[in-house]
């Protein structure tokens, strides 16, 4: 497995050791304790999530507030733009955002802390998620922000709208929503 940073330190991609011949592949998805040697992070893993969406499906920017979530996210199928934004008021990357693509084909995943707000977009005909969760999910304590705010700013590789939920569609600006510490 090799970590790779990215311009918000504490959000990591990781690229997994795939082991293939003309039969296939293997390769650890997770491993906590290869997890932990190589990053110093320790995630007590609650929940794992599964999403299927189809393309141009544009999904957050979810967070929980309470019982936040980290996760480890990963595609099994098809392709996505993986976008984690930093809310924690007292961090000096506060409001900024990185993105990776995510796919089955290249196999690697994002490790969004908690603090982080996380949204994705289909790039693919249909893309399902995985994500492992660092806590349980709280529908009380779920916060979005809008998708598209202008002081974000996130680039999103869109080829016409997106499709949103209704949730995605009213979230708040950044300016108005409720953020860590």
């Known amino acids: 497995m090799k970590i790779i940073p990215t311009a918000i330190p504490d959000v990591l991609v990781i690229e997994p050791s795939v082991f293939g011949d003309a039969r296939g592949f293997f390769f650890e998805s997770f491993n906590a304790r290869e997890f932990e040697r190589l990053t110093g992070i320790k995630p007590p893993i609650m929940q794992d999530n599964h999403s299927r969406s189809a393309r141009n499906v544009l999904r957050g920017l979810h967070y929980q507030i309470v019982q936040p979530q980290g996760k480890l996210v990963r595609v099994v199928s098809g392709e996505v733009f993986d976008v984690a934004v930093d809310v924690r008021r007292n961090s000096p990357t ?8 995510l ?8 490790w969004i802390p908690v603090g982080f707000a996380h949204g994705f977009q289909v790039l693919s005909d249909y893309a399902e998620v995985l ?5 349980y999910y709280a529908p009380q ?10 002081q974000i700013g996130i680039r999103w590789p ?8 209704a949730k995605d569609a009213s979230g708040l600006p950044f ?3 409720t953020v860590f510490p």
């Open 94 to 101: 506060f409001g900024h955002w990185v993105a990776n693509n």
């Open 103 to 110: 796919s089955a084909e290249n196999k690697k995943q994002m």
């Open 131 to 135: 994500y492992k969760t660092t806590d």
């Open 141 to 150: 304590h779920e916060r979005c922000i809008l998708w598209n705010d202008p």
């Open 158 to 165: 869109l080829d016409g709208e997106p499709l949103l939920s």
């Open 175 to 177: 300016s108005r929503a």
